[in-house]
């Protein structure tokens, strides 16, 4: 079964530059998550979608970020403009809302360096 | 936002060895679960935890609900090289709200 696809893997873009993340969820699963991890703190919830649906931003840094999810096998995550303090592994993870089913399966994630 | 605390940061253990971590919150959470990160991997599930005072296993990997369900334990027996990663526990507060992570807890496994 294909869990959840991620691209790119890695991306190194220089500051100013708009970076694009994008996110296909595992079939069937109708919430999807961004996180973004640093060393220094963590996994952040950015936002995250219920069919579809942005349900919270409040987790967003700033204007710069912004996410979509047009269907609900494709979501992206854009950073415009780039700057080298969004350099993280940003994570992508969906999760089937069934009675015992709030787990939630992360993609292998994109690493961003921006400089 | 809500916080888990979770500890250690970091162990460095021999192989062989038992090894524990705990996450402790100041909310009460009606999930909990255990997460594994492999270098240059996403975040996996170990374990997930659903009623206080729950114990559960997974190979060398037991967790538990603690019965004042603002906290939890991971416990691995007889550590091998491939326990090497960061584990994560994760806390849900109820069905409709998005979980929340603790720091990790990196463990080295010296052979």
């Known amino acids: 079964d294909a869990g959840v696809i991620q691209s790119p893997r890695h991306e190194v873009t220089e500051m100013g530059q708009e970076v694009t993340l994008r996110c296909k969820p595992i079939s069937g699963h109708d919430y999807l998550f961004w996180y973004r991890q640093t060393m220094m703190r963590g996994l952040e919830l950015l936002i995250y979608?219920?069919?579809?649906?942005?349900?919270?931003d409040s987790g967003m840094p700033e204007d710069r970020f912004s996410a979509k999810m047009p269907n609900a096998s494709f979501s992206t995550l854009k950073i415009q403009p780039s700057e080298p303090r969004d350099s993280a592994v940003y994570f992508c993870a969906s999760s089937s809302h069934a009675p015992l089913g709030n787990t939630i399966y992360f993609g292998e994630g994109s690493w961003l360096t921006v400089v | 936002g809500q916080q888990l605390n979770q500890s250690p940061q970091s162990m460095f253990i021999q192989e062989g060895e038992d090894v524990s971590m705990n996450c402790t919150s100041s909310s009460i959470f009606n999930t909990w679960l255990w997460y594994k990160q492999d270098p240059g991997e996403g975040p996996v599930l170990l374990i997930a935890?659903?009623?206080?005072?729950e114990l559960t296993s997974n190979g060398r990997l037991t967790a538990q609900f603690g019965i004042t369900r603002k906290d939890s334990f991971l416990n691995i027996s007889a550590s091998i090289p491939s326990d090497v990663g960061i584990y994560f526990c994760a806390g849900q507060l109820s069905g409709n709200t998005p979980l929340v992570f603790g720091k990790g807890t990196r463990l080295s496994v010296i052979a």
């Open positions: 935890l659903y009623k206080a005072g």
């Open positions: 979608f219920n069919n579809n649906v942005p349900i919270d």
